[in-house]
């Protein structure tokens, strides 16, 4: 072999050396860094057993808040009838806020050491709301479903603040108030007012005059 062509043979095989270097290196797989439920050390001067049944909790309110997150968007490209403008765009509202929750959410757990649930098939076996039909249902019954999970939410929040506040955990606990209890307050009370029964063209002076004697 001449000498150029061995030059060109050793440049050839650096270029191909090269390109494999650049490549993606796919289907890689090892041991988890760290399990499912186990917490790690962080420097955030909060007892391991204080973290580890915070990252419990919030998981739990993880799992709940991203099903209600998941119904609005159900019940956004579902939802029929003569209110149909106003529920598309307030149902897609009320997602995106909780779609930030769910990430505040999510966070914290993280910062607590512990590892959040992110797969749809682990949400669906944790969360405690139930699953509503694969079908179109009506605009009262999908606003009856959202009012019952967010009253669920609410529940568990308010429980978990308090526990928070008392093992000292006061991060978690401005997160459950200031954030996740007052946001589902106020999308409680956007939805409810839509399911109130009252007339809509006429007045009904039978029950005003009822009221007032």
């Known amino acids: 072999m001449s000498p150029k062509d061995s030059k060109r043979n050793e440049t050839y095989n650096q270029l191909e050396a090269g390109s494999k ?4 290196i796919q289907h890689q797989r090892a041991v988890e860094i760290q399990p499912f439920g186990k917490v790690t050390r962080m ?3 909060l007892d391991e057993k204080v973290r ?3 990252v419990e909790n919030l998981n739990q309110l993880l799992a709940d808040t991203i099903t209600l997150r998941d119904m609005y968007k159900k ?3 579902q939802v029929a009838g003569h209110t ?5 765009l307030l149902f897609d509202k009320h997602y995106d806020e909780q779609d930030e929750l769910v990430d505040q959410i999510a966070e914290r757990i993280q910062l607590l050491g512990g590892i959040s ?3 749809a098939a682990d949400v669906a076996e944790t969360t405690m709301i139930p699953r509503p039909p694969r079908g179109r249902e009506e605009v009262p019954v999908q606003i009856s479903r959202l009012l019952e999970a ?6 568990e929040a308010r429980t978990m603040a308090k526990e928070a ?7 978690t606990n401005d997160l459950l108030i200031s954030d996740v209890i007052r946001t589902n307050e106020l999308q409680v009370w956007f939805l409810a007012e839509h399911i109130v029964d009252v007339p809509v063209v006429r007045a009904d002076k039978g029950a005003a005059a009822a009221g007032g004697s």
């Open 150 to 155: 967010h009253e669920l939410i609410l529940k």
């Open 52 to 54: 580890a049944a915070g």
């Open 75 to 77: 019940h956004h490209w």
């Open 84 to 88: 149909f403008y106003q529920l598309h």
């Open 117 to 119: 649930l992110a797969m």
């Open 43 to 45: 420097p955030i001067a």
């Open 21 to 24: 270097r650049a490549g993606p």
């Open 165 to 171: 506040a008392d093992a000292g955990d006061e991060g």
